[in-house]
Protein backbone atom coordinates (compact mmCIF):
# COMPACT_ATOMS: atom_id res chain seq x y z
CA UNK A 1 0.00 0.00 0.00
CA UNK A 2 0.61 3.69 -0.83
CA UNK A 3 2.46 5.75 1.77
CA UNK A 4 -0.18 8.55 2.48
CA UNK A 5 2.92 11.03 3.15
CA UNK A 6 4.89 10.22 0.29
CA UNK A 7 4.75 14.11 -0.58
CA UNK A 8 6.82 14.90 2.28
CA UNK A 9 9.69 12.88 0.10
CA UNK A 10 9.50 15.15 -3.02
CA UNK A 11 9.48 18.64 -4.37
CA UNK A 12 8.40 20.21 -7.22
CA UNK A 13 10.74 21.60 -8.85
CA UNK A 14 9.46 24.26 -11.83
CA UNK A 15 12.43 25.27 -14.63
CA UNK A 16 11.35 29.04 -15.52
CA UNK A 17 12.96 32.78 -16.35
CA UNK A 18 12.29 36.01 -15.84
CA UNK A 19 11.55 36.16 -19.32
CA UNK A 20 8.70 34.06 -19.27
CA UNK A 21 6.99 35.58 -15.83
CA UNK A 22 3.76 35.98 -18.15
CA UNK A 23 3.50 32.36 -17.65
CA UNK A 24 3.16 31.72 -14.21
CA UNK A 25 -0.28 32.85 -13.54
CA UNK A 26 -1.47 30.63 -16.02
CA UNK A 27 1.00 27.94 -14.72
CA UNK A 28 0.04 28.44 -11.00
CA UNK A 29 -4.00 28.78 -11.64
CA UNK A 30 -3.71 25.19 -13.56
CA UNK A 31 -1.83 23.42 -10.88
CA UNK A 32 -3.80 25.02 -8.03
CA UNK A 33 -6.58 23.52 -10.10
CA UNK A 34 -5.71 20.30 -11.11
CA UNK A 35 -3.17 18.82 -8.67
CA UNK A 36 -5.14 18.25 -5.66
CA UNK A 37 -3.78 17.53 -2.82
CA UNK A 38 -0.91 19.89 -3.81
CA UNK A 39 0.69 19.44 -0.17
CA UNK A 40 4.70 19.85 -1.08
CA UNK A 41 6.84 22.81 -1.60
CA UNK A 42 7.52 24.31 -4.51
CA UNK A 43 10.80 25.26 -5.65
CA UNK A 44 10.83 28.14 -8.87
CA UNK A 45 14.27 28.41 -10.30
CA UNK A 46 14.54 31.89 -11.97
CA UNK A 47 17.20 34.34 -12.51
CA UNK A 48 15.79 37.62 -10.43
CA UNK A 49 12.60 37.89 -9.88
CA UNK A 50 10.20 36.21 -7.08
CA UNK A 51 7.91 34.31 -7.48
CA UNK A 52 4.47 34.24 -5.37
CA UNK A 53 0.66 32.95 -5.84
CA UNK A 54 -2.02 33.19 -3.42
CA UNK A 55 -2.27 29.56 -1.74
CA UNK A 56 1.06 28.07 -2.62
CA UNK A 57 4.00 27.47 -0.75
CA UNK A 58 6.77 28.57 -3.36
CA UNK A 59 10.19 29.08 -2.61
CA UNK A 60 12.15 31.16 -5.35
CA UNK A 61 15.88 30.46 -6.30
CA UNK A 62 17.90 33.02 -8.25
CA UNK A 63 20.95 32.61 -9.96
CA UNK A 64 22.15 34.46 -12.95
CA UNK A 65 24.71 32.00 -13.80
CA UNK A 66 26.31 32.36 -16.79
CA UNK A 67 25.48 28.63 -17.99
CA UNK A 68 21.69 26.72 -17.60
CA UNK A 69 23.70 23.41 -15.86
CA UNK A 70 25.03 26.00 -13.42
CA UNK A 71 21.89 27.52 -12.71
CA UNK A 72 19.95 24.07 -12.61
CA UNK A 73 22.53 23.39 -10.05
CA UNK A 74 21.73 26.06 -7.71
CA UNK A 75 18.55 25.00 -7.93
CA UNK A 76 19.29 21.35 -7.22
CA UNK A 77 21.12 22.25 -4.20
CA UNK A 78 17.75 23.38 -2.44
CA UNK A 79 16.03 20.67 -2.65
CA UNK A 80 16.44 18.59 0.29
CA UNK A 81 13.90 15.96 -0.52
CA UNK A 82 15.02 12.28 -2.12
CA UNK A 83 12.85 12.99 -5.44
CA UNK A 84 11.83 15.84 -7.09
CA UNK A 85 9.01 16.23 -9.74
CA UNK A 86 10.12 18.34 -12.79
CA UNK A 87 8.13 20.61 -14.77
CA UNK A 88 8.69 23.18 -16.99
CA UNK A 89 6.30 26.62 -16.72
CA UNK A 90 4.41 25.98 -19.88
CA UNK A 91 3.25 22.26 -18.78
CA UNK A 92 -0.21 23.99 -18.38
CA UNK A 93 -2.42 21.22 -16.66
CA UNK A 94 -5.50 19.89 -18.68
CA UNK A 95 -7.16 17.43 -16.36
CA UNK A 96 -6.64 15.97 -12.69
CA UNK A 97 -2.85 14.69 -11.71
CA UNK A 98 -3.10 10.96 -11.42
CA UNK A 99 -1.85 11.00 -7.32
CA UNK A 100 -2.63 7.67 -7.18
CA UNK A 101 0.21 7.16 -10.09
CA UNK A 102 2.77 9.15 -8.46
CA UNK A 103 2.68 7.51 -4.99
CA UNK A 104 2.88 3.97 -6.74
CA UNK A 105 6.08 5.65 -8.58
CA UNK A 106 7.61 6.80 -5.09
CA UNK A 107 7.05 3.06 -3.75
CA UNK A 108 8.31 1.74 -6.64
CA UNK A 109 11.60 4.03 -6.58
CA UNK A 110 11.67 3.15 -2.96
CA UNK A 111 12.21 -0.41 -3.25
CA UNK A 112 15.35 -0.21 -5.94
CA UNK A 113 17.86 2.39 -5.74
CA UNK A 114 18.66 2.12 -8.78
CA UNK A 115 15.70 3.50 -10.89
CA UNK A 116 16.41 7.38 -12.00
CA UNK A 117 12.91 8.30 -13.10
CA UNK A 118 9.71 7.57 -14.12
CA UNK A 119 9.09 9.71 -17.05
CA UNK A 120 5.73 11.25 -18.68
CA UNK A 121 7.59 11.04 -22.28
CA UNK A 122 6.14 8.37 -25.19
CA UNK A 123 10.15 8.09 -25.56
CA UNK A 124 11.16 6.46 -29.23
CA UNK A 125 14.02 3.41 -27.99
CA UNK A 126 16.00 1.19 -30.10
CA UNK A 127 14.37 -1.94 -28.40
CA UNK A 128 11.74 -2.59 -25.49
CA UNK A 129 12.78 -3.48 -21.95
CA UNK A 130 11.22 -4.54 -18.91
CA UNK A 131 7.23 -3.89 -20.91
CA UNK A 132 4.70 -3.22 -17.57
CA UNK A 133 7.16 -4.74 -15.34
CA UNK A 134 6.11 -1.34 -13.97
CA UNK A 135 2.58 -1.05 -15.19
CA UNK A 136 2.37 1.20 -17.89
CA UNK A 137 5.88 1.25 -18.31
CA UNK A 138 8.99 0.39 -20.30
CA UNK A 139 12.67 0.80 -19.43
CA UNK A 140 15.18 2.57 -21.85
CA UNK A 141 18.27 1.08 -22.86
CA UNK A 142 21.23 2.52 -21.64
CA UNK A 143 22.63 5.45 -24.17
CA UNK A 144 19.40 5.83 -25.21
CA UNK A 145 18.50 8.96 -27.38
CA UNK A 146 16.73 11.64 -25.40
CA UNK A 147 16.88 9.29 -22.26
CA UNK A 148 17.79 13.10 -20.92
CA UNK A 149 14.74 15.35 -21.27
CA UNK A 150 12.85 17.98 -19.65
CA UNK A 151 9.62 16.76 -19.58
CA UNK A 152 7.50 15.94 -16.91
CA UNK A 153 8.83 13.20 -14.45
CA UNK A 154 10.04 12.26 -11.04
CA UNK A 155 13.77 11.97 -10.76
CA UNK A 156 15.70 10.73 -7.95
CA UNK A 157 17.54 14.31 -6.74
CA UNK A 158 20.78 13.20 -6.23
CA UNK A 159 20.96 11.47 -9.92
CA UNK A 160 19.25 14.83 -11.10
CA UNK A 161 22.24 16.24 -9.86
CA UNK A 162 25.20 13.78 -11.22
CA UNK A 163 23.73 14.54 -14.73
CA UNK A 164 23.59 18.37 -14.63
CA UNK A 165 27.30 18.25 -13.61
CA UNK A 166 28.39 20.10 -17.06
CA UNK A 167 27.38 23.51 -17.89
CA UNK A 168 25.47 23.00 -20.81
CA UNK A 169 22.12 24.38 -22.43
CA UNK A 170 18.76 22.35 -22.05
CA UNK A 171 19.23 21.25 -26.13
CA UNK A 172 23.07 20.19 -25.40
CA UNK A 173 21.27 18.56 -22.03
CA UNK A 174 18.94 16.85 -24.16
CA UNK A 175 20.42 16.04 -27.62
CA UNK A 176 24.09 15.41 -26.63
CA UNK A 177 24.76 14.32 -23.18
CA UNK A 178 22.57 11.12 -23.47
CA UNK A 179 26.13 9.39 -24.00
CA UNK A 180 26.70 9.91 -20.20
CA UNK A 181 23.29 7.54 -19.53
CA UNK A 182 25.66 4.77 -21.65
CA UNK A 183 28.19 4.83 -18.55
CA UNK A 184 26.26 3.74 -16.17
CA UNK A 185 24.27 0.57 -17.80
CA UNK A 186 22.92 -0.09 -14.02
CA UNK A 187 21.10 3.07 -14.10
CA UNK A 188 17.29 2.56 -14.60
CA UNK A 189 15.23 4.92 -16.66
CA UNK A 190 11.55 4.15 -17.68
CA UNK A 191 9.09 6.11 -19.73
CA UNK A 192 5.57 5.74 -20.37
CA UNK A 193 3.99 3.27 -23.25
CA UNK A 194 1.33 5.42 -24.23
CA UNK A 195 0.43 8.88 -23.84
CA UNK A 196 -3.24 7.35 -21.34
CA UNK A 197 -0.29 6.32 -19.16
CA UNK A 198 0.88 10.00 -18.06
CA UNK A 199 0.59 10.87 -14.67
CA UNK A 200 -0.34 14.30 -15.94
CA UNK A 201 -1.78 15.75 -19.30
CA UNK A 202 -0.37 18.93 -20.08
CA UNK A 203 -1.01 18.54 -23.76
CA UNK A 204 2.22 16.82 -25.14
CA UNK A 205 0.89 14.65 -27.54
CA UNK A 206 1.33 13.28 -31.39
CA UNK A 207 4.07 15.50 -31.88
CA UNK A 208 2.61 18.36 -32.17
CA UNK A 209 3.54 22.14 -30.20
CA UNK A 210 1.91 23.14 -27.45
CA UNK A 211 2.14 25.93 -24.84
CA UNK A 212 5.82 27.80 -25.90
CA UNK A 213 7.32 27.43 -29.07
CA UNK A 214 10.61 29.42 -29.16
CA UNK A 215 9.12 32.15 -27.39
CA UNK A 216 5.77 31.86 -29.07
CA UNK A 217 2.29 30.69 -28.01
CA UNK A 218 1.29 27.95 -29.96
CA UNK A 219 -2.27 29.61 -30.52
CA UNK A 220 -4.37 26.24 -31.35
CA UNK A 221 -3.18 24.77 -28.06
CA UNK A 222 -3.55 27.78 -25.54
CA UNK A 223 -6.44 29.89 -26.86
CA UNK A 224 -8.92 27.28 -26.29
CA UNK A 225 -7.44 25.86 -23.29
CA UNK A 226 -7.05 29.16 -21.70
CA UNK A 227 -10.92 30.15 -22.98
CA UNK A 228 -12.00 27.16 -21.50
CA UNK A 229 -10.37 27.91 -18.28
CA UNK A 230 -11.50 31.61 -17.99
CA UNK A 231 -7.71 32.18 -17.60
CA UNK A 232 -7.09 35.73 -19.37
CA UNK A 233 -3.15 36.20 -20.85
CA UNK A 234 -2.42 39.15 -23.11
CA UNK A 235 -1.04 37.33 -25.70
CA UNK A 236 0.41 40.39 -28.31
CA UNK A 237 3.29 40.61 -25.52
CA UNK A 238 5.18 37.10 -27.41
CA UNK A 239 2.87 37.15 -29.97
CA UNK A 240 1.81 33.77 -32.44
CA UNK A 241 3.87 31.12 -33.51
CA UNK A 242 3.44 30.31 -37.26
CA UNK A 243 3.66 26.64 -37.71
CA UNK A 244 4.67 26.62 -41.30
CA UNK A 245 7.67 28.31 -40.76
CA UNK A 246 8.72 27.41 -37.02
CA UNK A 247 12.26 26.86 -36.35
CA UNK A 248 14.31 23.56 -36.60
CA UNK A 249 15.17 22.39 -33.15
CA UNK A 250 18.36 21.55 -34.08
CA UNK A 251 21.01 23.30 -36.39
CA UNK A 252 20.62 21.25 -39.27
CA UNK A 253 23.54 23.01 -41.56
CA UNK A 254 25.96 22.19 -38.75
CA UNK A 255 29.28 19.91 -39.97
CA UNK A 256 30.09 16.63 -38.56
CA UNK A 257 33.37 18.28 -36.92
CA UNK A 258 30.72 21.05 -35.20
CA UNK A 259 28.51 18.67 -33.51
CA UNK A 260 32.00 16.92 -32.25
CA UNK A 261 33.64 20.24 -31.24
CA UNK A 262 30.10 21.37 -29.32
CA UNK A 263 30.19 17.58 -27.30
CA UNK A 264 33.96 18.17 -26.58
CA UNK A 265 33.21 21.92 -25.26
CA UNK A 266 30.01 20.63 -23.25
CA UNK A 267 31.70 17.08 -21.73
CA UNK A 268 35.41 17.01 -22.41
CA UNK A 269 37.90 14.36 -23.97
CA UNK A 270 36.42 11.80 -22.17
CA UNK A 271 33.35 11.32 -23.80
CA UNK A 272 34.22 11.91 -27.46
CA UNK A 273 35.02 8.24 -28.12
CA UNK A 274 30.91 7.06 -26.43
CA UNK A 275 29.70 10.03 -28.17
CA UNK A 276 31.28 8.83 -31.51
CA UNK A 277 29.49 5.43 -30.73
CA UNK A 278 26.73 6.76 -29.76
CA UNK A 279 26.27 8.87 -32.91
CA UNK A 280 26.89 5.45 -34.65
CA UNK A 281 24.04 3.92 -33.27
CA UNK A 282 22.03 7.04 -33.81
CA UNK A 283 22.44 6.83 -37.71
CA UNK A 284 22.09 3.18 -37.74
CA UNK A 285 18.52 3.38 -36.31
CA UNK A 286 18.21 6.63 -38.83
CA UNK A 287 18.73 4.16 -41.42
CA UNK A 288 16.34 0.85 -40.45
CA UNK A 289 13.89 3.42 -39.24
CA UNK A 290 14.21 5.55 -42.83
CA UNK A 291 15.24 9.22 -41.94
CA UNK A 292 18.29 11.18 -43.16
CA UNK A 293 21.50 11.02 -40.67
CA UNK A 294 21.11 14.49 -40.48
CA UNK A 295 17.32 15.23 -41.06
CA UNK A 296 16.20 17.17 -37.57
CA UNK A 297 14.97 14.48 -35.30
CA UNK A 298 12.13 16.10 -34.09
CA UNK A 299 11.08 16.89 -37.97
CA UNK A 300 11.17 13.43 -38.18
CA UNK A 301 9.20 11.92 -35.73
CA UNK A 302 6.57 14.94 -36.43
CA UNK A 303 6.53 13.92 -39.84
CA UNK A 304 6.08 10.14 -38.83
CA UNK A 305 3.45 11.27 -35.96
CA UNK A 306 1.77 13.20 -38.53
CA UNK A 307 1.77 10.01 -41.18
CA UNK A 308 0.40 7.26 -38.21
CA UNK A 309 -2.23 10.56 -37.00
CA UNK A 310 -3.60 10.10 -40.47
CA UNK A 311 -3.76 6.43 -40.17
CA UNK A 312 -5.06 6.03 -36.94
CA UNK A 313 -2.62 4.99 -35.85
CA UNK A 314 -0.44 5.66 -32.17
CA UNK A 315 2.84 7.69 -32.22
CA UNK A 316 5.91 7.53 -30.61
CA UNK A 317 7.50 11.06 -29.38
CA UNK A 318 10.55 12.85 -29.20
CA UNK A 319 11.03 15.37 -26.12
CA UNK A 320 9.95 19.03 -26.25
CA UNK A 321 12.34 21.64 -27.83
CA UNK A 322 11.68 25.37 -26.86
Not at 54 to 74: C, F, H, K, Q, W
Not at 229 to 234: F, L, N, Q, R, S
Amino acid sequence: MSNPNWQNKVTLLVNTCDAYEDLWQPFFTLLQRYFVPLQMRIVVNTETKTCTFPGLRIDTVNSTAESYGARMRAALDKIDTEYLLLMLDDFFLREPVRMDRLADIIDWMEADRKIVYFNCDVTEAACDREVNRYPGYRRLPAGNRYTLNLQAAVWRTSKMREYWQHDVSPWDWEERCNVLTAAHPQEKFYCVLREEDRFMDYGYRKGQWMGICHGQWVREDVVPLFAKEGIEVDFSKRGFLDPNHRPASLNRSASREDRYRRVYNCLGWKYMLPYFLFCRRCNLYSALHHCAVDEDYFHYLQRKADLRNKEGKHCLLAPMVR
